[in-house]
């Protein structure tokens, strides 16, 4: 072996191009509520803003249209996503199914690896919300969430997750800080957390299953939010 050329432990990480910053950059603006549902995006005017050229920004408008977070109308332009209620609702089902799953599975893999997970998300949620810091409370709510997906240890549930979760992501951002979805998240997360500490999957998933289908009407209400 050369010396000069030693083998270092771990992958070595790629820089990411040009187009993965773009995706990333383009992607939290609309996952964080700076653009609006359905509001027109500009090749042009996005490539001045990140500093780069519109073939990268428009290799990430297409990747973003993949995972379903923006509409590319020909003659028309490119759009930020905007579900109809039908969507939505197609959204909270999908969702609820595949977290009802990996919560199950979680719990069987290991209960009390899960359990301290969502505890660290709990206590996070009480400290933000004691602070008044409500703008992060989606983040966390996110986070506790795909505590649970990560969990089950499933490329299959992860992956079919991704499907949505940047779209969940997206609706979760545009509720008002004092919507009953909201005020009642960390409380929520408690009964789910506190299911899983008695072993009872059913239980759990029960009170998993309620907590989203709460959120689903704020969610219908958000996407039709233009302001």
Same mark, same amino acid.
């Given at each position: #072996?050369? &010396?000069?050329? &030693?083998?270092? =432990?771990?992958?070595?990480?790629?820089?990411?191009?040009?187009?993965?910053?773009?995706?990333? #950059?383009?992607?939290?603006?609309?996952?964080?509520?700076?653009?609006?549902?359905?509001?027109?995006? /500009?090749?042009?005017?996005?490539?001045?803003?990140?500093?780069?050229?519109?073939?990268?920004?428009?290799?990430?408008?297409?990747?973003?249209?993949?995972?379903?977070?923006?509409? $590319?109308?020909?003659?028309?332009?490119?759009?930020?996503?905007? &579900? =109809?209620?039908?969507? $939505?609702?197609?959204?909270?089902?999908?969702?609820?199914?595949?977290?009802?799953?990996? %919560?199950?599975?979680? #719990?069987?893999?290991?209960?009390?690896?899960?359990?301290?997970?969502?505890?660290?998300?709990?206590?996070?949620?009480? $400290?933000?919300?004691?602070?008044?810091?409500?703008?992060?409370?989606?983040?966390?709510?996110?986070?506790?969430?795909?505590?649970?997906?990560?969990?089950?240890? /499933?490329?299959? %549930? /992860?992956?079919?997750?991704?499907?949505? =979760?940047?779209?969940?992501?997206?609706?979760?951002?545009?509720?008002?800080?004092?919507? &009953?979805?909201?005020?009642?998240?960390?409380?929520?997360?408690?009964?789910?957390?506190?299911?899983?500490?008695?072993?009872?999957?059913?239980?759990?998933?029960?009170? %998993?299953?309620?907590?989203?289908? =709460?959120?689903?009407?704020?969610?219908?209400?958000? /996407?039709?939010?233009?302001?």
């Amino acid at each position: #072996m050369n &010396p000069a050329f &030693p083998i270092a =432990s771990g992958k070595v990480v790629r820089p990411k191009s040009l187009t993965d910053i773009a995706v990333d #950059m383009i992607r939290t603006t609309i996952v964080e509520g700076r653009l609006r549902m359905g509001e027109q995006i /500009s090749e042009s005017v996005l490539a001045l803003n990140l500093g780069i050229s519109k073939t990268p920004v428009r290799e990430a408008l297409f990747q973003l249209k993949l995972q379903g977070l923006v509409d $590319v109308h020909p003659q028309r332009g490119t759009f930020v996503f905007q &579900p =109809s209620e039908d969507d $939505v609702r197609e959204i909270c089902h999908f969702r609820e199914t595949i977290e009802c799953a990996a %919560l199950a599975t979680a #719990m069987e893999h290991s209960r009390q690896q899960l359990s301290a997970a969502l505890d660290e998300v709990l206590a996070a949620i009480a $400290v933000v919300e004691n602070s008044g810091d409500y703008g992060a409370i989606p983040g966390l709510d996110a986070r506790f969430h795909e505590a649970i997906v990560a969990g089950a240890h /499933s490329h299959y %549930l /992860s992956t079919a997750y991704g499907l949505i =979760s940047y779209k969940i992501q997206a609706l979760r951002a545009r509720l008002p800080e004092h919507d &009953p979805a909201v005020d009642d998240c960390g409380h929520n997360h408690e009964l789910i957390v506190a299911e899983i500490r008695t072993g009872s999957a059913a239980r759990a998933q029960k009170k %998993l299953r309620e907590h989203i289908r =709460s959120t689903q009407a704020s969610y219908i209400a958000a /996407s039709k939010n233009r302001d």
